[in-house]
């Protein structure tokens, strides 16, 4: 009878100690060799040899569930393997055995936030932070994903309360810097007004074909080192081959048109400094200069200068005074032409909005005085992540002369276009917006005709890595006087 008794008593504690692998709670390796496994593990991680630790971990943590620090760092290897779903499935699992396990809620919110499911990462770091409002990386995940929402008044309150806590948080200080100065859009083909509060070297190549023969390869190289605080200093250099095929036709629509002829090439050097000041919160100062060297040997000098009001990351007002050269053509390039005037543009960018405006009035070398004004804007329709935009593109652009020296000069020129677009955004990796515009253009004393453009840019961002990849192609009059032209440009950013 005790057999019995004692045989139903072991049994029954090999059920309770079955049942509470399968669900019950959290338990820590006791055995040495579990021991060893996880100092394994944790050394695998910080050795990033992930694929080991998963090899090592994989059947073990579905054989003991309950395990929940191995659980954890098998999770962590999966991440950091992009094994996202595999993760987040660990991660739940073991918050239904520990639901205030700090790792696991600040894991799983960091996934959750990776792919844009704001409102259950935001919900976890708030959990975090209200039971320990010192948590610095639940600060950070938090504020993190607010900027990445543009919820700019959110993100400044959740900053402030980080700050108070830890101080002197490097993370924290580079989201203060984010916040409060314009960020570079990943996007934006305008090196020489974007600018990023930390060191970075990019390199940019631009082929520009279109249908009167020319042909234009660019090679544009630029770092940006932070001297100190709040200055940094960027440094530009651009070789331009230009070739232009000879014998050109004038047809009666008033566009360029090649006939075919020997091909004549130039190539130009230039070379600038430029030096950006952030004040403070909402203005920068900047100015430099440099030169441009034409295919002839011939040399003249370039500068800008100006500032830029800005607002987070949504508004941006740029005012600038500039001498730059003025190069469509192998043609142009023979006369040594550069403009010099003044410049103004505004970005307003909101999760729904889009507003560029671009101003400038630029007295050319050959006394040529040019106007143009520039509206695009555009309103996005759908989820955060695909998102599907409707908007318009208006430009006007008009010369004081007709003046043939190989760039085209309208007395009055307009361009009235609607545009429909794609945009994929807030991927892991990806960003990208896809955009077909179509409308109609004039140039007095010509009447209206039908004129299209098609866009399409990629952002791939790695770690430090960025690569643009944009490609334009233009149904419309271009500065070279050509009626069409294909736009290719491939970038590439390191940021330290």
Not at 25 to 47: N, S
Not at 172 to 198: I, K, N, P, Y
Not at 222 to 230: A, G, L, V
Request: aromatic share 10%; glycine share 8%; net charge negative.
């Amino acid at each position: 009878m005790i057999d019995k008794l004692l045989l139903v008593a072991i049994s029954s504690v090999l059920l309770i100690i079955q049942a509470d692998a399968q669900t019950g709670v959290c338990r820590r390796p006791e055995d040495k060799a579990t021991v060893e496994m996880q100092e394994r593990a944790l050394h695998g991680l910080q050795t990033k040899s992930y694929g080991a630790v998963e090899e090592e971990l994989r059947q073990y943590v579905a054989e003991h569930p309950e395990q929940c620090d191995l659980s954890l760092l098998l999770g962590q290897a999966y991440m950091f393997r992009k094994k996202d779903r595999a993760a987040e499935k660990l991660f739940r699992a073991v918050l239904e055995r520990d639901e205030s396990n700090r790792l696991a809620m600040l894991e799983l919110a960091r996934i959750e936030g990776y792919h844009a499911r704001f409102a259950e990462s935001n919900r976890l770091y708030e959990l975090l932070l209200a039971s320990d409002a010192s948590d610095e990386s639940a600060s950070v995940g938090l504020v993190r994903n607010l900027m990445d929402m543009d919820e700019t008044s959110r993100a400044k309150a959740a900053l402030k309360a980080g700050l108070k806590a830890h101080p002197n948080s490097l993370q924290l200080q580079a989201f203060e810097d984010e916040l409060f100065v314009q960020r570079t859009q990943g996007m934006s083909q305008d090196v020489e007004v974007g600018h990023r509060r930390q060191s970075q070297v990019q390199d940019w190549t631009y082929v520009i074909v279109d249908s009167a023969g020319d042909h234009i390869v660019e090679n544009l190289e630029r770092s940006t080192i932070e001297i100190k605080p709040r200055l940094f200093m960027h440094l530009t250099t651009r070789v331009r081959h230009l070739s232009s095929q000879g014998g050109i036709l004038e047809p009666v629509d008033e566009n360029a048109e090649s006939l075919g002829g020997a091909i004549v090439s130039a190539v130009t050097f230039q070379a600038t400094t430029r030096l950006d000041y952030h004040l403070n919160g909402w203005l920068t100062l900047y100015g430099g200069g440099g030169g441009v060297r034409f295919n002839d040997g011939t040399s003249r000098g370039l500068f800008r200068g100006g500032f830029i009001l800005h607002k987070g990351s949504s508004l941006n007002f740029n005012a600038s005074v500039v001498k730059v050269p003025v190069l469509p053509t192998q043609e142009a390039e023979t006369f040594h032409l550069t403009a010099q005037g003044l410049r103004t543009r505004l970005d307003w960018s909101k999760p729904k909005d889009r507003i560029n405006l671009a101003v400038s009035e630029l007295r050319y070398a050959d006394t040529n005085l040019r106007h143009e004004q520039e509206l695009e804007a555009l309103h996005w329709f759908g989820a955060r992540r695909v998102d599907v935009g409707a908007g318009v593109d208006v430009g006007h652009l008009s010369f004081s002369q007709t003046l043939n020296h190989g760039y085209f000069s309208p007395s009055n020129y307009q361009s009235y276009m609607a545009s429909a677009a794609v945009r994929l955004h807030h991927f892991h990796h990806f960003n990208a917006e896809y955009k077909f515009s179509s409308g109609a253009e004039s140039i007095e004393p010509s009447p209206f005709r039908f004129v299209y453009e098609v866009t399409a840019d990629n952002f791939v961002s790695v770690g430090k890595w960025d690569l643009i990849a944009n490609y334009t192609f233009d149904h419309s009059t271009q500065s070279t006087g050509a009626f069409q032209t294909s736009f290719v440009s491939v970038g590439v950013k390191y940021a330290f």
